[in-house]
């Protein structure tokens, strides 16, 4: 318990997350080695629950990063992309300083955002949800969540749009102030995921609403999603 508190006076890290994802971590994006695949084969096309894959290359916007296209693969020929890695004390120290900076800068107050849960699994919920915690401390950088769209700069938004969300979800749009950004997170808000053409759904938030920013995964990381923040305040 001492440990804990010593470690939360000096870094304000209490737990301790995956140093990187990607190879190691088996989060990255598959990376199809067309040389190596075999001629005619179409086993990662069929394999993929979403519908990613076309011919050789990979949607990162449909790819839920579940590697069943590797699994499907008789040649070996699916690695995967390297994602830069991202440790807390990083995405504190370098990605939240440049997001203060920008925000001060633009917005000259805080940045108020409107999440909205379309018809997600929770999943990525929970990643936004971590971003509010001793790890991420997102208000630190200035940004705070609000409860009406009214005072909403951002909507960021999770899950494919269910059909009984989609005139709350227009509403929700019309009623934020102008101009408006719209960040869709995960694979299912880029572009449906596993469920866009299901009979309840919607589709992805681009159907519904104009995205400026697409946060692929299933679920990203907080990381991830912070960095999103940050390219969609640069559009302002």
Same mark, same amino acid.
């Given at each position: 318990?001492?440990?804990?508190?010593?470690?939360?006076?000096?870094?304000?890290?209490?737990?301790?997350? +995956?140093?990187?994802?990607?190879?190691?971590?088996?989060?990255?994006?598959?990376?199809?080695? &067309?040389?190596? =695949?075999?001629?005619? =084969? !179409?086993?990662?096309? /069929?394999? @993929? +629950?979403?519908?990613? $894959?076309? &011919?050789?290359?990979?949607?990162?916007?449909?790819?839920?990063?579940?590697?069943?296209?590797?699994?499907?693969?008789?040649?070996?020929? $699916?690695?995967?992309?390297?994602?830069?890695?991202?440790?807390?004390?990083?995405?504190?120290?370098?990605?939240?300083?440049?997001?203060? /900076?920008? $925000?001060?800068?633009?917005?000259? *107050?805080?940045?108020?955002?409107?999440? %909205?849960?379309?018809?997600?699994?929770?999943? @990525?919920?929970?990643?936004?949800?971590?971003?509010?915690? +001793?790890?991420?401390?997102?208000?630190?950088?200035?940004?705070?969540?609000?409860?009406?769209?009214?005072? !909403?700069?951002?909507?960021?938004?999770?899950?494919?749009?269910?059909?009984?969300?989609?005139?709350?979800?227009?509403?929700?749009?019309?009623?934020?102030? #102008?101009?408006?950004?719209?960040?869709? %997170? #995960?694979?299912?808000? @880029?572009?449906?995921?596993?469920?866009?053409? !299901?009979?309840?759904?919607?589709? &992805?938030?681009? *159907?519904?609403?104009?995205?400026?920013?697409?946060?692929? &995964?299933? +679920?990203?990381?907080?990381?991830? $999603?912070?960095?999103?923040?940050?390219?969609?305040?640069?559009?302002?």
């Amino acid at each position: 318990m001492f440990k804990i508190f010593k470690g939360l006076a000096k870094t304000r890290i209490v737990t301790e997350g +995956p140093l990187n994802w990607g190879e190691t971590g088996g989060r990255g994006l598959p990376l199809i080695d &067309g040389s190596a =695949c075999p001629k005619g =084969c !179409a086993n990662c096309q /069929e394999a @993929c +629950p979403t519908g990613a $894959i076309t &011919g050789k290359t990979v949607n990162p916007r449909l790819c839920i990063y579940c590697h069943t296209c590797r699994q499907a693969c008789p040649a070996n020929a $699916i690695g995967e992309t390297e994602i830069p890695i991202i440790k807390e004390t990083a995405v504190t120290g370098e990605i939240g300083s440049v997001l203060r /900076e920008r $925000i001060k800068k633009i917005c000259r *107050r805080s940045l108020h955002i409107r999440y %909205v849960d379309a018809g997600a699994c929770n999943g @990525c919920d929970f990643e936004i949800n971590s971003l509010t915690n +001793p790890v991420y401390d997102i208000q630190q950088y200035g940004v705070d969540f609000v409860a009406s769209p009214r005072h !909403a700069d951002m909507l960021l938004i999770t899950g494919v749009v269910t059909r009984n969300m989609e005139i709350a979800l227009q509403k929700t749009y019309e009623a934020c102030p #102008g101009p408006t950004l719209v960040v869709a %997170v #995960g694979a299912c808000a @880029c572009g449906g995921g596993l469920f866009r053409d !299901a009979y309840a759904s919607g589709g &992805g938030v681009e *159907r519904h609403a104009p995205v400026d920013v697409y946060i692929p &995964g299933c +679920p990203p990381t907080p990381a991830h $999603i912070l960095k999103g923040i940050l390219t969609a305040v640069d559009r302002l």
